[in-house]
């Protein structure tokens, strides 16, 4: 735990406020809702809260690229006392003696992402080795963020634009022409593609899905270009330059909708796929994470509307910690029920599900606002 706030845009924090607020417990709110009260909005929002089965697109399934998007944004913003007082202009003009210090630190927030990421997995369950899945959300977040940071260390910006393309073509280069046994090449199927195939062949453990894994091994290396779409955006809007407000905003919603037109154009030879993490995939869902940043940006630090966000927030100072307690290391449903059951028990049978869902955020937020009077932050 840490007892200092960041230094960061307060629309990042709400942004990744927004987006664990459906995994901590938006998206049962919802479900519930369109049960009780099942009008067309609330059962579109519902089927928007569910990954995809394979090939296309929810809304759900743009929570983890744009919580590792807002990673690759934090990065400029984190390095620029050291820029300041190396007396440098790009990280990549930092003294080597100050990198190697970078590199450990980078390297030991890596292992701690993969370590809790392992045990929200259930490591500590001590299931057995095979039963034990390795790969995690945390995890490739740690992974992506560690190599976007290498590249954002190590080179100048043309550079990391030339990377960022390299990957994402080589990644569909590779999906496409490397044949795999018994299946050949560019079968984009769950046990037919390449990534899965690495995946039976390197990964240890259990696979999530048994032939393939949504957070395996191949797949990581597109979602380092997922993060430094946030580079890009962080080093773009840190950079000392003579745009107004709004020719920053007309250049982020022009960004974002030629990442969102490249996305849906690959999509015909290569699907748009969360689970495979491809390159149709990062550059739409980029697309759309640069406006859901751009509209918290607007709101909250341009024209200063903050204080109707605080819930959001207080989920985005500590969200690896709401994470790894909403994914199961914390019962918030028996404690909800606990303090609020006796009351919801006396309202109508068919929206008890939903003040119960309710009861859960409830209990959620009064633990985060504790943290955050606290100045309690877990910071990795």
């Not at 045990?119 to 945390?138: I, P």
């Not at 990062?282 to 759309?288: A, M, N």
Request: charged share 15%; aromatic share 16%.
């Amino acid at each position: 735990m840490s007892n200092t706030t960041n230094n960061r845009l307060i629309s990042l924090d709400v942004l990744r406020g927004f987006v664990m607020f459906w995994i901590m417990s938006g998206e049962h709110i919802i479900h519930a809702l369109a049960k009780a009260a099942p009008i067309p909005v609330f059962i579109w929002m519902s089927s928007q809260l569910h990954h995809a089965e394979w090939n296309g697109i929810t809304f759900y399934d743009m929570i983890f690229p744009v919580f590792l998007f807002v990673a690759g944004i934090s990065m400029p913003y984190s390095f620029e006392k050291k820029l300041s007082i190396a007396g440098v202009k790009t990280p990549n003009e930092l003294p080597s003696k100050e990198k190697q210090k970078i590199y450990l630190s980078m390297l030991r927030r890596t292992c701690i992402l993969l370590f809790l990421g392992f045990v929200v997995n259930g490591l500590l369950r001590f299931d057995g080795f095979d039963q034990t899945r390795f790969a995690s959300v945390l995890g490739r977040i740690g992974l992506a963020w560690f190599f976007a940071g290498l590249i954002y260390l190590n080179f100048n910006l043309k550079q990391q634009l030339i990377w960022f393309a390299a990957i994402l073509a080589g990644y569909y280069l590779a999906m496409k022409l490397v044949p795999v046994p018994d299946f050949g090449a560019g079968v984009l199927t769950k046990a037919g593609s390449l990534e899965a195939y690495i995946d039976r062949l390197f990964l240890p453990g259990r696979l999530h899905s048994k032939v393939y894994d949504p957070e395996g091994l191949f797949s990581t290396i597109p979602a380092i270009a997922t993060a430094l779409l946030g580079v890009f955006l962080g080093t773009f809007l840190r950079a000392k330059n003579h745009f107004s407000a709004g020719k920053k905003l007309a250049i982020l919603i022009l960004s974002a909708l030629v990442l969102i037109g490249i996305g849906i154009l690959w999509d015909y030879d290569f699907p748009i796929n969360k689970h495979l993490w491809t390159s149709s995939f990062v550059c739409f869902v980029g697309g759309f994470s640069i406006l859901f940043f751009t509209f918290f940006y607007l709101i909250i630090d341009l024209l200063g509307f903050q204080n109707w966000a605080f819930p959001l927030l207080l989920i985005g100072s500590n969200s690896i910690l709401i994470y790894m307690a909403a994914e199961g290391l914390v019962d918030f449903k028996h404690t909800a029920e606990y303090v609020f059951g006796g009351i919801i028990k006396f309202l109508p049978l068919i929206w008890q599900p939903v003040f119960t869902t309710l009861s859960v955020t409830i209990v959620q937020l009064m633990l985060l606002y504790f943290l955050y009077k606290k100045k309690w932050f877990l910071k990795v």
